[in-house]
């Protein structure tokens, strides 16, 4: 059996034989996929070695320690590959996987709609199977990157007839296509992460489909799964400018791309880092009940910390989901609420300034108009608390009104579209 430091040392070999830096990175990431040691705890079949997280976060260490470039791991790209590793077909897997090992493709997430954000299972985008393709018809939003993806996973009803659950299928759908109208959104941060994207008579291949028709809730539980435990996981923005080579330039412009959508992310998390410095250099640290509040902040901090670190552990140990992930996501939002009030507390009016002359350049004020964000995006608080209270507490479930036949259900938006035909 391997131990880590064996199949550290073996990395490492293998790092000192292939990187240079003067490559560039699309190349240098094919050589990394093709190797297996980009993503090693998928099978040997789909770019892999078939090891243990804990064996795989070894690897993880030695491209660190290294100093060089691993494969393209961030953002929706991962959510697609555990969904496809889980549901998808052979052909999908060899087709897709590859591109999101390279960070060729990019990719985004395309179930909310207007009528079915948090009643994610009401959604009435719709497919329908003609000859070898399905037609979608219909309207998604807050779909973040959605206006750099080359691809979406996406949630539309295949039957109308099916209780709700039952009648949603999971495609791979081409984003650059004629069919498909992606408009961003303004946000109240002065950003535009998110986008609105519209399906009219839009193609998607019959090999597209992921999982079996009527497969779609199950399909989608594994992505959002994988969302929620992945909330606390911090994005790399710093695209490497220390490092010199074609490939580093390669990353930074990568980055500059990729993650132009989530450079708020630090503010909507509610910068704890921040409130000591502030504290101390605005005086707030002598005042009692500021005090107080920051101790309070910290606690709470310190004890999602925790719970993401025991998320870790056993995502490590390879062990199944548990309730982490939507206790750490209501810890998260319930940090990023209180930071928010705290830094509000000692900045004063101040806080709500932006430009050159305000607290930290706007970053206290992009901090007030971001952490809403936290409590919404990956499911809602009252939501996460539903699923608390259900599945970890075993409290009596919500009444449903839902089990009929979707066509009958009532629904946000009314009859759906053509819901008949
Ligand atoms: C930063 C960000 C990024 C996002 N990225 C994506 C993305 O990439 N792709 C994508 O598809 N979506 C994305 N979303 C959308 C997100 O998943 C939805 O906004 C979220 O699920 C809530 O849905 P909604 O906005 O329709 O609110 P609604 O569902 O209309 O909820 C409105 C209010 O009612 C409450 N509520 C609803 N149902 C219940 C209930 N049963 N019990 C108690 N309270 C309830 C909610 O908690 C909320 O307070 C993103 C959102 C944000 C903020």
């Known amino acids: 059996m391997n131990t880590t430091s064996n199949i550290q040392s073996e990395v490492t070999q293998w790092l000192q034989n292939h990187w240079d830096p003067n490559r560039d990175l699309i190349s240098w990431r094919s050589m990394v996929a093709d190797s297996?040691?980009?993503a090693p705890s998928w099978p040997g079949e789909y770019y892999g070695k078939d090891m243990s997280p804990l064996e795989a976060a070894a690897v993880e260490q030695a491209f660190a320690d290294f100093g060089a470039v691993g494969a393209a791991q961030s953002g929706v790209r991962m959510l697609a590959a555990?969904?496809?590793l889980a549901h998808g077909s052979h052909e999908q897997k060899q087709k897709y996987l590859r591109g999101i090992l390279t960070g060729e493709d990019q990719w985004c997430q395309l179930f909310s709609e207007p009528g079915s954000g948090s009643d994610l299972a009401g959604a009435t985008t719709r497919a329908d199977l003609r000859g070898d393709e399905w037609i979608v018809n219909g309207q998604k939003v807050w779909?973040?990157?959605a206006h750099h993806a080359q691809y979406g996973l996406l949630l539309a009803r295949t039957d109308w007839d099916a209780p709700k659950h039952q009648g949603l299928s999971y495609f791979i759908i081409n984003m650059e296509q004629p069919g498909v109208e992606v408009r961003q959104l303004a946000q109240m941060n002065g950003h535009a992460s998110f986008n609105e994207v519209f399906m009219t008579d839009a193609v998607v291949s019959r090999e597209d489909l992921v999982g079996a028709e009527g497969d779609g809730w199950k399909c989608a539980m594994t992505t959002l799964a994988n969302e929620r435990r992945s909330f606390d996981r911090a994005r790399d923005v710093s695209g490497r400018k220390d490092r010199q080579g074609k490939i580093f330039q390669d990353l930074a412009e990568e980055f500059a791309i990729a993650n132009e959508p989530y450079t708020w992310y630090p503010q909507r998390a509610g910068r704890v880092d921040l409130i000591m410095p502030r504290a101390r250099s605005t005086g707030a640290i002598h005042d009692p009940a500021t005090r107080q509040d920051i101790a309070r902040l910290h606690i709470l901090a310190e004890s999602a910390r925790w719970?993401?670190?025991r998320a870790k552990a056993a995502a490590k140990a390879g062990k199944p989901q548990g309730p982490e992930g939507s206790l750490g996501k209501l810890a998260a939002s319930n940090v990023a609420r209180l930071a928010s009030r705290v830094h509000t507390a000692i900045s004063g009016n101040d806080a709500l300034l932006t430009g050159p002359e305000s607290p930290m350049d706007g970053i206290i004020a992009e901090i007030l108009?971001?952490?809403?964000?936290?409590s919404i995006a990956g499911g809602t608080d009252e939501i996460q608390k539903n699923i608390i209270s259900e599945r970890v507490l075993g409290l009596p479930k919500e009444p449903r009104f839902d089990e009929a036949t979707?066509?009958?259900v009532r629904r946000n938006t009314g009859p759906a579209v053509d819901a008949d035909t």
């Open 36 to 38: 297996g040691w980009g």
């Open 82 to 84: 555990v969904t496809l």
């Open 143 to 145: 779909n973040t990157s």
């Open 307 to 309: 719970t993401g670190d």
């Open 369 to 374: 108009v971001s952490t809403p964000a936290i």
């Open 406 to 408: 979707f066509r009958n």
